[in-house]
């Protein structure tokens, strides 16, 4: 069982930066982050492999950045330019790879992030 514990998030003007970070327990293959803001979906927001490969909404490209440290056990996600539309709760990701193929995700609990205009 991956636990996921996120750090980060809070009440910034528009135009400002945030930075979240997430460990993970162990090494895992995939992480990053999804978000849900009132009366949506959650949708994503960016992944990183253990290549460092990563994905992007296209709503965010060129805003946010996302990175893992070396050890791979740690993802953040640098929020730059941000805009009211970006208000909604973070929540971490990870997808695990077995060694069968199969693959469970797991989230963390969720950090809020308020954008005010």
């Known amino acids: 069982q991956v636990q996921l514990v996120e750090s980060g998030g809070g009440l910034v003007q528009a135009g400002g930066s945030l930075r979240l970070s997430c460990a993970a327990s162990e090494i895992v293959f995939v992480m990053g982050w999804y978000r849900q803001a009132p009366g949506k979906q959650r949708e994503l927001v960016a992944t990183?492999?253990?290549?460092?490969?990563?994905n992007y909404a296209d709503s965010v490209k060129g805003r946010f950045t996302v990175s893992r440290d070396n050890a791979k056990i740690t993802v953040f996600l640098q929020m730059n330019s941000l805009k009211p539309e970006d208000t909604a709760v973070y929540y971490c990701y990870a997808r695990q790879i077995r060694t069968d193929g199969t693959f469970k995700d797991y989230w963390g609990q969720g950090t809020q992030v308020t954008v005010s205009s």
């Open positions: 990183i492999t253990g290549g460092s490969s990563t």
